[in-house]
Nanobody, 127 residues
Framework: QAQLQEAGGGLVQAGGSLTLTCVHS????????MAWFRQAPGKEREFVAC????????FYAESVKGRFTISGGNVRNSVNLYMNSLKPEDTAVYYC????????????????????WGQGTQVTVTS
């Protein structure tokens, strides 16, 4: 099974910044998209941001638009999430995901579009 490894989580005060990184140990050419999701305690996993190789701009959940930036490497096996102006409500476990499927852009907001997942990294934002 392909492996995704996240890093960069931690504890930060509101208004601060963190950068999450994710590296896929195997897939390169077959990767179509990579994304970040997050899950807060007692809540369902939710989409955060997605980047696709081969066309289209990155896109974001409304709750993070303007504060978070997703970027990918030239080799299709790594993605970063730059998080600025963090809020306590951003506190969650953040998961990296990779997709080898070509679907319509809206579908990449759904977890089911992704076949490979990391173990998650905790982000805690204090007020």
């Amino acid at each position: 099974q392909a492996q995704l490894q996240e890093a960069g989580g931690g504890l930060v005060q509101a208004g601060g910044s963190l950068t999450l990184t994710c590296v896929h140990s195997e897939r390169t050419r077959s990767t179509v998209a990579m994304a970040w999701f997050r899950q807060a305690p007692g809540k369902e996993r939710e989409f955060v941001a997605c980047i696709r190789w081969g066309g289209g701009q990155p896109f974001y959940a409304e709750s993070v638009k303007g504060r978070f930036t997703i970027s990918g490497g030239n080799v299709r096996n790594s993605v970063n999430l730059y998080m600025n102006s963090l809020k306590p409500e951003d506190t969650a476990v953040y998961y990296c995901a990779s997709s080898q499927r070509r679907v319509n852009s809206g579908s990449y907001r759904a977890a089911i579009a992704y076949g490979d997942w990391g173990q998650g990294t905790q982000v805690t934002v204090t007020s």
